[in-house]
Structures are given as C-alpha cells and as structure tokens.
Nanobody, 122 residues
C-alpha cells in the first residue's frame, strides 16, 4: 500500500506559476506520475519519472513549461508549472506504479492521491 498526499494547488492568472508536491508513504515503488482531469474530460498523463530520479517524461502539451523533480531531503516529488494557460485548469493527481510497465497509461498506476485543484484564469 502507498498513501499519497498532494498539495500546492490554487488559483493563478494565465502566465503565472504554481508548484505541486506529492508526499508518498508506505511501500517502495518504481514510478511516480502526475495526471490531470478537467471537467467532462478523461484523466490524462502530464509527467512522470522514476523514483530514482531518472528519465523524466512529459506530455507534449506541457513540455517546456512543466518540470517534474524529486526533493530527496523532503522525500517528495514536485511538479513545477510555469507559463500556465487556462487550458491547464484541472484537478491534478499524483500516482505511483509499484513495478514499472508503462508511464503513460493511467491504468498502469496502482495508487492515487486525492487530487488538488488548479485553476488558471484568463
């Protein structure tokens, strides 16, 4: 079992920045990812990385604007979101894969956080 707690969501104007954080507890895992779900849409992949810190990957829609990273001192994973757009508005979820299979598919993730709302106003 892995328990995940997200923090850092909020309301920001277009062009602004937010930093999300995910704190895991419980057993070990291979991959941590971020997904988002906007109203009326499916939950989509945003970014992911191996817990070891290697191979960060991003959706095309956020590449160059978002950065996923691990804070080794705090044992958390952050999603730094810059140049935010109204279309980034969604509930953001962190999730983990116990054993790596595929980082892009949400059904490959075993445990999920409760989600944090990000709203970008135009």
């Amino acid at each position: 079992q892995v328990h995940l707690v997200e923090s850092g969501g909020g309301l920001v104007q277009a062009g602004g920045s937010l930093r999300l954080s995910c704190a895991p507890s419980g057993r070990t895992f291979d991959v941590m990812g971020w997904f988002r779900q906007a109203p009326g849409k499916e939950r989509e992949f945003v970014a992911a990385m191996f817990w070891s810190g290697r191979s960060p990957s991003y959706a095309d829609s956020v590449k160059g604007r978002f950065t996923i990273s691990r804070d080794y001192a705090k044992n958390t994973v952050a999603l730094q979101m810059n140049s935010l757009k109204p279309e980034d508005t969604a509930v953001y979820y962190c999730a983990v894969q116990i054993y790596y299979t595929n980082i892009y598919f949400r059904d490959r993730y075993d445990f999920w956080g409760q989600g944090t709302q990000v709203t970008v106003s135009s």
